[in-house]
C-alpha cells in the first residue's frame, strides 16, 4: 500500500553551482548551510565527468560506473530528507552526450560540474527520515 502525506511547498531557491564541484556534494552542502530537510530538487546544465550507480535488486547492493566525458544533465531530479540525522539529497540523473547516447542512473560522489542550475523546493512538513527496509535492502523513507 502507497505511503504518503500531502505536502505544501514553504519556500523555493533557485540558483548555481560552482564550476568545478562535486555536483551531488555541493547539493548537500546547499541544503545543510540553509537547514533544508524536506524538499525535492530539479537542475539542468553539464558536468565534466560522471559517476553513478546501479542497485542490483538480486544482490542488493549497488555497483557504479564512471562516464569520463562531456555530458549534459538531461536533467536531474531527486528528493532532500533525513538519512543518520542530517540532509541527504537523493537524485537520479540522466545525461547526454554529443552525439545524444544517454546515460543514467543513481547519482554518486564523483560527478563534476562544468555548469549546472538548480531549482530546489523546500517543503513544509516533518521530516522524512530513511530507515533501513528489509525487503528491498534500501534505506527508505518512514512515513
Ligand atoms: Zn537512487
Redesign the pocket.
Known amino acids: 500500500m502507497a505511503a504518503y502525506k500531502n505536502l505544501k511547498i514553504k519556500s523555493t531557491i533557485m540558483g548555481k553551482l560552482s564550476h568545478g564541484a562535486d555536483l551531488l556534494d555541493e547539493l548537500t552542502t546547499v541544503c545543510k548551510d540553509n537547514n533544508i530537510r524536506l524538499g525535492r530538487v530539479w537542475a539542468i546544465g553539464a558536468v565534466q565527468k560522471a559517476r553513478l550507480?546501479y542497485?542490483h535488486q538480486d544482490t542488493k547492493k549497488y555497483s557504479y560506473f564512471e562516464i569520463d566525458k562531456h555530458l549534459e544533465i538531461t536533467p536531474l531530479v531527486g528528493n532532500i530528507s533525513i538519512r543518520d540525522g542530517e540532509p541527504m539529497v537523493?537524485a537520479?540523473v540522466t545525461l547526454s552526450a554529443d552525439d545524444g547516447t544517454t546515460y543514467g542512473g543513481?547519482l554518486a560522489p564523483g560527478t563534476i560540474v562544468f555548469a549546472c542550475e538548480f531549482v530546489l523546493d523546500i517543503l513544509d512538513g516533518a521530516e522524512y527520515i530513511r530507515t533501513h527496509d528489509e525487503t528491498t535492502g534500501l534505506q527508505l523513507w518512514e512515513i
Do not use: A, D, F, M
Request: charged share 0%.
Open positions: 550507480g542497485y537523493h537520479h543513481h
